[in-house]
């Protein structure tokens, strides 16, 4: 199986690069050097990218070729109240989640039943006091997911959103940590791929 992992040294990224180990795997973040060390480890391709260059994105896809497996495991999380939010942010938070998810898919090739898989979140969980930013991407991120579904399906890709609860991972550093009862990054990942690599896969997997 060939599969592309974007955000490969986040915390989730890192524990599904490392579930996938044995795979003919490709690797990619921003993080050079952290990169390497992982695909050292698990015997995969490092491919530096910045995801919100259109440039440098399809080069990435170039280079990756078809692929089986796509995980988008990129993201940002950052608190601030809607009246102390400035547009750079706004618009920081909407690219990392939402421009990189297009940018991907704009360029990806795909073999027969490949999955395309992105996280997304849980209404309840994210439309909370702060969190105004974050929530609205994880919104457009699914709506376009839910339109990109029906096109790439035509070319017999399937295209899952994944909810999951809070993961421990660093994304939650800037927040103060994780919450209490976040699931371990490995434990997350084995529960999304042994959902995503079912036959068929399911569209919306809320773990």
């Known amino acids: 199986m060939r599969a592309l992992i974007l955000g490969a040294t986040g915390g989730l990224g890192r524990?599904?690069?490392?579930?996938?180990?044995g795979n003919e795997l490709l690797l990619s973040a921003r993080r050079a050097g952290a990169l390497r060390t992982l695909a050292e480890e698990v015997g995969g391709k490092p491919l530096?990218?910045?995801l919100t260059d259109e440039l440098e994105v399809r080069a990435l896809m170039e280079e990756a070729g078809p692929l089986d497996l796509l995980l988008h495991a990129v993201g940002l999380a950052a608190k601030a109240p809607?009246?102390?939010l400035g547009r750079e942010a706004l618009e920081?938070?909407?690219?990392?989640h939402l421009l990189t998810a297009h940018l991907v898919l704009k360029h990806a090739r795909f073999r027969p039943e490949a999955r395309a898989v992105f996280f997304g979140a849980y209404p309840n969980y994210v439309q909370v006091p702060g969190f105004a930013a974050y929530a609205a991407a994880k919104a457009a991120l699914e709506g376009y997911l839910g339109a990109a579904r029906k096109e790439l399906g035509r070319e017999g890709v399937y295209v899952v959103v994944v909810r999951l609860p809070a993961v421990a991972t660093p994304l939650w550093e800037p927040l103060g940590g994780p919450p209490r009862g976040a699931l371990f990054p490995e434990e997350a990942?084995?529960?999304?791929?042994?959902?995503?690599?079912?036959?068929p896969p399911p569209e919306t997997l809320e773990v």
């Open 92 to 96: 920081g938070m909407m690219a990392a």
């Open 189 to 199: 990942a084995r529960r999304v791929l042994s959902e995503v690599l079912a036959e």
């Open 48 to 50: 530096p990218t910045d």
């Open 82 to 84: 809607l009246r102390a």
């Open 15 to 21: 524990a599904l690069a490392q579930a996938l180990k």
